[in-house]
Every structure is written in structure tokens, then in C-alpha cells.
């Protein structure tokens, strides 16, 4: 329940967690492929938004 949800005193709720494929971080792992940007992951508000890269 999010923030702000008011329930009536002594109201019963069950929570049931939702239960996750341990591995769909690792298929979206599978999904990558090489850029051939070596400073993607620094830079990518330069390649993305064409951003000025900072200087050093």
C-alpha cells in the first residue's frame, strides 16, 4: 500500500509478495551488446543528450 492509505481500525489485511523470476536480471544480461564506446557508462549524457563531456 502506498503512503497515505488509511484503513479502519482492526481491519484484517493479507499481504501475499509477489514472487520473482530469480533470473530475469540475468536474461537481460543477455540482451547487451557492445557499443564499441569504451566510456559509455561515464559519458552517456554526452551520448545520449549530446552534453558537453566534463573535462578531467
Not at 3 to 30: A, C, F, K, Y
Not at 32 to 51: E, F, K, M, R, W
Amino acid at each position: 500500500m502506498g503512503d497515505g492509505v488509511r484503513l479502519p481500525e482492526g481491519t484484517v489485511v493479507q499481504i501475499t509478495p509477489i514472487e520473482m523470476d530469480q533470473d530475469s536480471l540475468l536474461e537481460l544480461v543477455g540482451e547487451a551488446v557492445s557499443t564499441g564506446i569504451s566510456d559509455l557508462a561515464t559519458q552517456h549524457d554526452h551520448y545520449l543528450y549530446g552534453l558537453a563531456k566534463p573535462k578531467d
